[in-house]
Protein backbone atom coordinates (compact mmCIF):
# COMPACT_ATOMS: atom_id res chain seq x y z
CA UNK A 1 0.00 0.00 0.00
CA UNK A 2 1.36 3.61 -0.54
CA UNK A 3 1.30 6.17 1.74
CA UNK A 4 -0.44 8.96 0.34
CA UNK A 5 1.72 11.50 -1.43
CA UNK A 6 4.54 9.73 -1.45
CA UNK A 7 6.65 9.34 -4.55
CA UNK A 8 5.05 5.10 -4.59
CA UNK A 9 1.39 6.97 -4.61
CA UNK A 10 3.13 9.32 -7.22
CA UNK A 11 3.95 5.98 -9.42
CA UNK A 12 0.48 4.63 -8.75
CA UNK A 13 -1.33 7.67 -9.36
CA UNK A 14 0.50 8.04 -13.04
CA UNK A 15 -0.07 4.49 -13.73
CA UNK A 16 -3.66 5.10 -13.11
CA UNK A 17 -3.70 8.47 -15.04
CA UNK A 18 -2.06 6.39 -18.52
CA UNK A 19 -4.47 6.16 -21.25
CA UNK A 20 -6.89 9.37 -19.77
CA UNK A 21 -7.20 11.99 -22.71
CA UNK A 22 -9.01 15.19 -22.64
CA UNK A 23 -10.25 17.75 -24.91
CA UNK A 24 -9.16 20.38 -22.38
CA UNK A 25 -5.67 21.43 -21.89
CA UNK A 26 -5.28 22.28 -18.29
CA UNK A 27 -2.62 22.49 -15.50
CA UNK A 28 -3.64 21.87 -12.29
CA UNK A 29 -1.21 21.96 -9.41
CA UNK A 30 -1.68 20.71 -6.20
CA UNK A 31 0.32 22.00 -3.18
CA UNK A 32 0.32 20.29 0.06
CA UNK A 33 1.48 21.81 3.54
CA UNK A 34 2.81 19.24 6.19
CA UNK A 35 2.53 19.84 9.74
CA UNK A 36 6.71 19.42 9.66
CA UNK A 37 7.22 22.14 7.50
CA UNK A 38 7.60 20.57 4.73
CA UNK A 39 5.64 20.97 1.41
CA UNK A 40 4.44 18.28 -1.39
CA UNK A 41 3.64 20.04 -4.88
CA UNK A 42 2.60 17.66 -7.66
CA UNK A 43 0.70 18.47 -11.26
CA UNK A 44 -2.05 16.86 -13.20
CA UNK A 45 -1.35 17.96 -16.68
CA UNK A 46 -4.81 17.34 -18.65
CA UNK A 47 -4.72 17.56 -22.39
CA UNK A 48 -5.31 15.36 -25.94
CA UNK A 49 -1.99 13.90 -25.73
CA UNK A 50 -3.12 12.13 -22.42
CA UNK A 51 -3.02 12.97 -18.50
CA UNK A 52 0.50 13.50 -17.08
CA UNK A 53 1.25 12.94 -13.32
CA UNK A 54 4.30 15.62 -12.57
CA UNK A 55 6.21 15.05 -8.92
CA UNK A 56 7.92 18.51 -8.26
CA UNK A 57 4.80 19.99 -10.50
CA UNK A 58 5.41 22.56 -13.05
CA UNK A 59 6.57 26.12 -13.54
CA UNK A 60 3.56 28.22 -14.79
CA UNK A 61 0.08 26.09 -14.20
CA UNK A 62 -2.79 27.19 -14.68
CA UNK A 63 -4.32 26.82 -11.29
CA UNK A 64 -2.64 26.00 -8.39
CA UNK A 65 -4.03 24.39 -5.27
CA UNK A 66 -2.73 24.90 -1.80
CA UNK A 67 -4.20 22.97 1.61
CA UNK A 68 -2.68 21.78 4.43
CA UNK A 69 -2.07 17.72 5.13
CA UNK A 70 -5.41 16.74 6.70
CA UNK A 71 -7.64 18.82 4.30
CA UNK A 72 -5.80 17.30 1.28
CA UNK A 73 -6.35 13.44 3.10
CA UNK A 74 -10.05 14.04 3.75
CA UNK A 75 -10.65 15.46 0.02
CA UNK A 76 -8.26 12.38 -1.04
CA UNK A 77 -10.63 10.09 0.88
CA UNK A 78 -13.78 11.41 -0.64
CA UNK A 79 -14.90 12.48 2.97
CA UNK A 80 -14.80 16.63 2.13
CA UNK A 81 -15.33 17.42 -0.84
CA UNK A 82 -12.93 19.65 -3.03
CA UNK A 83 -15.62 22.45 -3.32
CA UNK A 84 -16.75 22.16 0.75
CA UNK A 85 -12.82 22.73 1.24
CA UNK A 86 -13.03 25.82 -1.10
CA UNK A 87 -15.92 26.96 0.26
CA UNK A 88 -14.63 26.95 4.07
CA UNK A 89 -11.49 28.23 2.92
CA UNK A 90 -9.51 24.95 3.46
CA UNK A 91 -8.20 25.32 -0.03
CA UNK A 92 -6.50 28.53 -1.52
CA UNK A 93 -6.18 28.67 -5.20
CA UNK A 94 -4.53 31.05 -6.98
CA UNK A 95 -3.80 31.34 -10.67
CA UNK A 96 -6.91 31.25 -13.48
CA UNK A 97 -9.49 29.94 -10.93
CA UNK A 98 -12.30 30.14 -14.15
CA UNK A 99 -10.08 27.27 -15.44
CA UNK A 100 -12.15 25.18 -13.08
CA UNK A 101 -15.21 26.26 -13.83
CA UNK A 102 -14.32 25.41 -17.54
CA UNK A 103 -12.50 22.37 -16.86
CA UNK A 104 -15.01 20.53 -15.12
CA UNK A 105 -15.17 16.90 -17.12
CA UNK A 106 -11.28 16.98 -16.38
CA UNK A 107 -11.64 17.55 -12.84
CA UNK A 108 -13.85 15.13 -12.40
CA UNK A 109 -11.62 12.71 -14.06
CA UNK A 110 -9.03 13.08 -11.38
CA UNK A 111 -11.44 12.85 -9.06
CA UNK A 112 -11.93 8.98 -10.50
CA UNK A 113 -8.16 8.88 -10.17
CA UNK A 114 -8.34 9.21 -6.90
CA UNK A 115 -11.01 7.41 -6.02
CA UNK A 116 -8.70 4.38 -8.11
CA UNK A 117 -6.22 4.75 -5.70
CA UNK A 118 -7.97 4.82 -2.59
CA UNK A 119 -8.04 0.64 -1.77
CA UNK A 120 -4.12 1.17 -2.36
CA UNK A 121 -3.60 4.50 -0.11
CA UNK A 122 -2.61 4.40 3.56
CA UNK A 123 -2.82 7.88 5.31
Do not use: K
Request: glycine share 8%; charged share 20%; hydrophobic share 45%.
Amino acid sequence: MARFLSPEWMDELTRAAAGLVSAEQLSLQQVVSHADGSVTIYALCFGPEGLRVVPGGVECPDVALSADDETAAAINRGELSAQAALSAGRVRVQGDSGALARNQSALARAQQLWGALRPRTSY
